[in-house]
């Protein structure tokens, strides 16, 4: 059976009325606008793949960092692949990497388990018995060439549901498939590779691990470079368990303008921003010779913190707030094991006032909450997950940064060769970004910021940016 799905009408995300027209966009780092794309994807029925070989049956329990409520939800991201003229059609990627899926489940075979809950508290545990995880096998009606002329392959994916099948109850979380794959073959050959992995079960760096073990498996190996590891139950909760430092994500009754004004607004704007050597360069040289020497992700996130709050034009006085994910793994003594593919994320979170929010005080503000999250920190985050009953992180009220271009999911080869463009989906996100790696067509190494506006705040937005590179600092402060 076949389920035929098109794009019609599709109505262009970002109306050309939005910016200023005497704006030359080329001059900074705003990528082009996509332009409306109309195609037509047939998927055949979806399929459970189940483990190649037989795996265990058994209860494994979620950590309390798994467990939390904000977790339980899919994460999709999209990956894009160009025609590999030396395979010359021999190979169908959808043959491919539905045979090693199923060879990578032996492995991961707690994926292709449910998600139960258990006890007078509802924590979840993973029963594992091979039921297997969602794949699709698809094909479009259009090539590869047609994404990049349509400036469409970055995020927000407004075709995602064509790319991304969301099959019947899939979306749920509980006595559901834990993992969802599409894969659809383009017109010229090449395909698109799409999916979506329960949170609860894996964060950003989880789910690459898992990515790069199937994309091994599809190249011919034996088993993942990387052997996954379960051994949950080290991020669990202390006995008794206590709060031993400040965790501003998880504050209640916060009062944020900048959701307001973001949520207030009938239309909101995606551009997408491209930083590389030189444009990292230059805004390194707005501060201070004693605040040049951080890290790419510092220098990102306080500038983009600080113009994006800038652009809304926020009363002085009204209190901002910045969290960010941070990769907690290296901070326990010892480390988590290497392999380790669940949840180990924290989400500190910055205050500050729009008024006080120069660059300099920015970028003193990460550095500073980016120092807090240490071993402590962590075990003192699930511990009050659990004593507050898994409250949910405040994300709503915050600028959200993810940083995962380090993982470069472009760098997920089936076989084909490198993505093209590879990372997270950032349909419905409305006030969050994540730091994507990418290679323009100049060959130049950068990262890709998607940025979420109101449509005069994001006029704003790219002329404080512009003003860089003209050499006008005189708004930076």
Request: aromatic residues 12%; glycine residues 6%; contains cysteine.
């Amino acid at each position: 059976m076949c389920i035929k799905r098109s794009i019609k009408n599709v109505v262009h995300p970002y109306p050309s009325s939005t910016f200023v027209c005497k704006l030359n966009i080329s001059s900074v780092m705003a990528l082009p606008i996509p332009s409306p794309l109309v195609f037509t994807v047939t998927t055949q029925k979806p399929e459970l793949v189940t483990p190649a070989k037989p795996t265990p049956h058994e209860i494994k329990e979620l950590s309390d960092m798994d467990d939390q409520k904000v977790l339980r939800c899919h994460l999709p991201a999209i990956m894009f692949y160009r025609n590999s003229p030396s395979l010359g059609g021999k190979r169908d990627p959808v043959k491919v990497i539905r045979e090693a899926l199923a060879q990578t489940l032996v492995f991961y075979y707690p994926l292709a388990g449910r998600l139960k809950e258990e006890g007078p508290d509802g924590k979840l545990i993973v029963e594992c018995a091979g039921q297997g995880v969602w794949f699709v096998e698809a094909d479009a009606d259009i090539r590869f060439q047609d994404f990049v002329e349509a400036e469409a392959l970055f995020p927000p994916y407004r075709f995602l549901n064509q790319i991304l099948y969301d099959v019947p109850g899939s979306s749920e979380i509980l006595s559901a498939p834990l993992l969802l794959i599409q894969v659809t073959r383009l017109r010229c050959g090449g395909f698109i590779f799409a999916f979506r992995c329960n949170h609860t079960m894996a964060d950003g760096t989880g789910v690459f691990q898992f990515l790069m073990a199937l994309a091994e498996m599809a190249r011919g190996a034996n088993a993942p470079f990387v052997q996954p590891v379960w051994q949950r139950e080290l991020l669990n909760s202390r006995n008794p368990p206590r709060v031993t430092c400040t965790h501003h994500e998880y504050d209640d009754n916060v009062v944020n303008a900048e959701s307001n004004i973001i949520c207030a607004e009938d239309k909101v704007v995606f551009r997408n921003f491209f930083f590389g050597f030189k444009e990292l360069h230059a805004l390194r040289m707005l501060f201070p010779p004693h605040q040049r020497m951080c890290s790419t992700f510092d220098l990102l996130t306080a500038c983009i913190w600080k113009y994006r709050i800038a652009s809304l034009q926020l009363n002085p006085s009204e209190e901002v707030r910045l969290s960010f994910s941070s990769n907690a793994r290296v901070y326990f003594k010892p480390p988590l094991p290497i392999g380790y593919y669940g949840n180990a994320v924290a989400c500190p979170t910055a205050l500050s006032t729009a008024g006080e929010l120069s660059l300099e005080h920015a970028l003193e503000l990460v550095r500073k909450t980016k120092s807090l999250v240490t071993e402590e920190y962590m075990r003192s985050t699930i511990d009050l997950v659990v004593i507050k009953g898994r409250p949910f992180i405040k994300y709503e009220q915050a600028y959200f940064v993810s940083d995962v271009h380090k993982m470069k999911f472009s760098d997920v080869d089936f076989g084909w060769g490198n993505a093209v463009f590879g990372g997270p989906s950032l349909v419905g996100e409305m006030k969050g970004s994540y730091f994507v790696y990418f290679k323009n067509e100049m060959g130049e190494d950068g990262i890709v910021v998607p940025i979420c506006l109101p449509p005069v705040a994001m006029e704003r937005f790219i002329l404080e940016v512009e003003s860089i590179f003209k050499g006008d600092d005189s708004n930076n402060n």
